[in-house]
C-alpha cells in the first residue's frame, strides 16, 4: 500500500482497515466530524493508543491506518471498551438517520447554501486560519444538532495555513505541510456513473478544472473544491494550493472557485437553494454566477432586470471592519481574470462590473471591493454583534447616497456564537450531566430555566472541575515548551525546567489570538515595572499564557511577538509567562478551558465579535475584555471584567486610548481580579471568585451559544416571514 500520492494527486483518502468486527464501527465513525463533538467521540480513539492519538494530530483516520493490529485486537478484547464503541454506534446511527426538518421555505429540497473561504471543523482537517474558519465551523455543527437543511461549499487547500514555530531569536518562521499526503476523512464526489465530479471555470484565458471533496460534519454536507487535477496546468493546480498565502491574482481566482465554482458544483448535485449565504464577501462572485444563469434562462431581461431576482436568493454577514479583512482588487487585475465573454454574458461592459464593486461606482479610481458587491446583490446584509452592525452601518454608509443617517442602512446584526458541545471541556459536561441532568443542554434553550440549574450546582464541585481543568492546560503548557540549558538567553516558550513551570494555585491569565495591531499584543508591556510587580509578588503572583500567530508577511506583527518572546529581565517572568506555537483548534481546547482569566484588548470599535471569549465563558473562565465586539453585549458587571471605557467615550488619538486603556488594564487586575482570586473562604474555597465563574456560565452560555445565533439566522435573515 503506498502513502504517497502519485504525481501529487489523489484519487482517494481510502485505505484498507481491518478492524476485529466488534469494534469496526470506528472506521465509519472517523469519516465523520460528528465524532469530534459528540460525546466519548475523541475519547474512545484515543483511548485506543493515546501516545499515537497524539502523534497522529488527534486524527482518527491517520490512527486507524497506523495503529498495530495487535492494539486493536487488545481492545476489541476489552468489554468495557466494546460497550462504549457499541453505545456510541448506536447514538450515530439515531442521530445521521434523522430526517431534515422544514424552516418555513427551506427544506431538503430548498436547502441553505452556506459559503465561506475556510471552515474549522477540526484541527485534522487543515483548512482555517482562524475566527472566521471556526465560526463557519461552528455554524454547520449547530445546523446538524437542529436538523437544519443546510449544505456547505468551501475549498479544499492542499497546504492550507502555515503552521508556527518560534525560533530562539523570538522571530515566527512558517512551513507549509502537504495535507494530501495525511489522511483527511474526505472522500471523493462521485457521479452516477463512479466517475468523478469536475467543476471548470474559465480564467486567465484557460479553463480550469476543480473536484469536490466531501466532508460529513454530522448530518451536514460540507463540500470542498480543489484545481489539484491532472488535466490543469501545473500553476492552475495552485490556485486552491495556501489560505491566504497567495497573491491578490491567487485571491481573484479562488474566490471564482469558490463563487462561481461553488454554483455550478450545486447545479451539478441538483441541489437548488432557497438562499445562498455568503459568509464573508470572499464567495461574492457567486452572485454574478446567479444573475448570468437568469440571463441565459429569459434573453429578454437585462442586468438590471435580474438583480431583483438574485438579490432575493442571497444574504450577506461581512465579518470585520478592518481594512485587510475586506477583499478588493485593481480592476486590472480583475479584467484579467474574467474573460471578455463571461462579462459579456452578464450583458456588462467591463466598467458596469467594475461599479457594481465600488461603493460610489462612479469613482473610477476606486478598486472593485468584494463587500461593496455583496452589499448591492444582497437581500439583507448583517454584522457579527450589536456594535459591529452599527459600525458597519456607518462604514458603508456612503455606498446609500438617498440616506442621511447611518440609522436607516440596512445592515442588521447577528451576534456569533460558539458550538457548546464542541467547546465545552467533557469533565464539565460531566458534572452538568451529574449536577443538572442528562439533558442539560437542552435547558441552554431557556436561560432562566439555565440559570436556576447552574445556580444550583455547589461551589466545592465548579472548582474542582475547574482545578481538573487547569491542572490539564498546566501539563498540556509543559508539554508543549522546550527544555533550554541554564544561563541561556531564551525565549518564553523555551524553560529550564518545563516539568515545574506554573503553578494550579497561581492566578493565570490567557491570551490567545491572531497576532495584528489592533489586537494590541504589546498593550499588556506598557508598563514593564508594574506588569512585572505582579507576576513576582509572593503572596498573590499572575501567570500568563500566550499563543497566537502572524501573518507571513506582516513583519510589524513579527516584530511585536519577538518582543514578547524576549523580554530578558531579572524577574520570574521567564518562568511565569509561556508562549505556545502553532495556535490552532487543538491549542484553544485547552486554553479556553483550563484558563483562570481570558484577556483582550484590541483597538474599539475593530473587534467585530471575537469568539473565544464566549468559549471560555461557557466553561468557567473569566473576561477581562475591553468593551468592544461580543462582549459589550456579555458583560453585566458581575460576570467579568471590562477594561477602559466604552467607544463613545473615548479619546479621539491611539496615543492617548492606550495609556488609559493600560492604566485600566493594570488597575482592574491589582484592585479587582487578583484581591477577588486570591480572597479565601474557610474551605479554602475562592467564593467571591466562583460566584463570578456561575454568573458568567449562568448568564452567557445560552445567549452566545451557535444554536442561539443558528435560530436566529434562520428566522430574521434565512425566512424572515418565519418570525411574522
Ligand atoms: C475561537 C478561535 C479563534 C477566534 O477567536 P477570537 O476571539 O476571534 O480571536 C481563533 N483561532 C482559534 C484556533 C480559535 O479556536
Known sequence: MSLRPERGFRANFDFDVHLPPAIGFLDRLSRNFYWSWCEDGSEVFRDLAPTLWDECEQNPRALLRRISELALWQKAAERLYVERVQRLAARFGEYVSAEPLRFGKISSEHPVAYFCAEYGVHNSLPIYSGGLGILAGDHLKSASDLNVPLVAIGLMYRYGYFRQRVAHDGWQEESYRNALED?????????????????????????????????????????????????????????????????????????????????HLLRRLGIEPSVYHLNEGHSAFLNLELAREFLAENENLSFEDVIPLVREKCVFTTHTPVDAGNDSFPPELLEECFDETYIESLKLDKQELFALGRTDPDDSSEWFG??????????????????????????????????????????????????????????????????????????????????????????????????????????????????????????????????????????????????????????????????????????????????????????TAKAILQRL???????????????????????????????????????????????????????????????????????????????????????????????????????????????????????????????????????LTPEFSSDRMLRDYIREIYDPELSE
Request: net charge negative; charged share 30%; hydrophobic share 40%.
Open 370 to 555: 468584494m463587500t461593496p458587491l455583496a452589499i448591492r446583490l444582497s437581500r439583507s446584509s448583517n454584522g457579527v454583534s450589536e456594535k459591529h452592525g452599527e459600525v458597519s452601518r456607518n462604514l458603508w454608509l456612503r455606498m446609500f447616497p438617498g440616506l442621511e443617517d447611518a440609522s436607516e442602512v440596512p445592515i442588521a446584526h447577528v451576534t456569533n456564537g460558539v458550538h457548546p458541545a464542541t467547546w465545552i471541556a467533557p469533565a464539565l459536561k460531566d458534572l452538568y450531566a451529574s449536577k443538572i441532568g442528562v439533558h442539560w443542554e437542552s435547558l441552554l434553550a431557556d436561560p432562566s430555566e439555565w440559570r436556576n440549574a447552574v445556580e444550583s450546582i455547589p461551589d466545592e464541585d465548579v472548582w474542582r472541575t475547574h482545578q481538573l481543568l487547569k491542572n490539564l492546560l498546566i501539563s498540556y503548557v509543559r508539554d508543549r515548551t522546550f527544555r533550554k540549558d541554564a544561563g541561556l538567553k531564551h525565549t518564553i516558550h523555551e524553560h529550564e525546567d518545563t516539568r515545574r513551570l506554573f503553578d494550579e494555585d497561581v492566578l493565570t491569565v490567557g491570551f490567545a489570538r491572531r497576532i495584528a495591531k489592533y489586537k494590541r499584543w504589546d498593550l499588556i508591556l506598557y508598563d514593564l515595572e508594574r506588569l512585572l510587580a505582579l507576576v513576582d509578588d509572593p503572596e498573590r503572583p499572575v501567570q500568563f499564557v500566550f499563543a497566537g500567530k502572524a501573518h507571513p508577511q506582516d513583519n
Open 183 to 263: 489522511d483527511l476523512a474526505l472522500e471523493p464526489v462521485l457521479d452516477s456513473e463512479g466517475r468523478r465530479v469536475l467543476v471548470s471555470i474559465t480564467m486567465r484565458g484557460r479553463r480550469v478544472h476543480a473536484q469536490a471533496w466531501l466532508a460529513k460534519v454530522g448530518r451536514i454536507k460540507l463540500y470542498l473544491l480543489d484545481t489539484n487535477v491532472a488535466v490543469n496546468d501545473e500553476v492552475d493546480r495552485f490556485v486552491t494550493g495556501h489560505l491566504y498565502g497567495g497573491d491578490t491574482e491567487t485571491r481573484i481566482v479562488q474566490e471564482k472557485i469558490l463563487g462561481i465554482g461553488g454554483i
Open 565 to 699: 518572546m524576549s523580554i530578558n529581565h531579572d524577574s520570574n517572568w521567564q518562568d511565569r509567562a509561556v508562549f505556545i506555537e502553532d495556535y490552532d483548534q487543538e491549542v484553544a481546547r485547552y486554553l479556553v478551558r483550563g484558563i483562570d482569566v481570558w484577556m483582550n484588548v484590541p483597538r474599539r470599535p475593530l473587534e467585530a465579535s471575537g469568539t473565544s471569549g464566549q468559549k471560555v465563558a461557557m466553561n468557567g473562565g473569566l473576561n477581562f475584555s475591553v468593551l468592544d465586539g461580543w462582549w459589550i453585549e456579555g458583560y453585566n458587571g458581575g460576570n467579568g471584567f471590562a477594561i477602559g471605557p466604552r467607544h463613545e467615550d473615548e479619546a479621539e488619538d491611539d496615543e492617548t486610548n492606550d495609556e488609559n486603556d493600560a492604566e485600566s488594564l493594570y488597575s482592574v487586575l491589582e484592585n479587582e481580579i487578583v484581591p477577588d482570586y486570591y480572597d479565601r473562604d474557610e474551605q479554602g474555597l475562592p467564593f467571591k471568585w466562583i460566584a463570578k465563574m456561575k454568573e458568567s456560565v449562568a448568564s
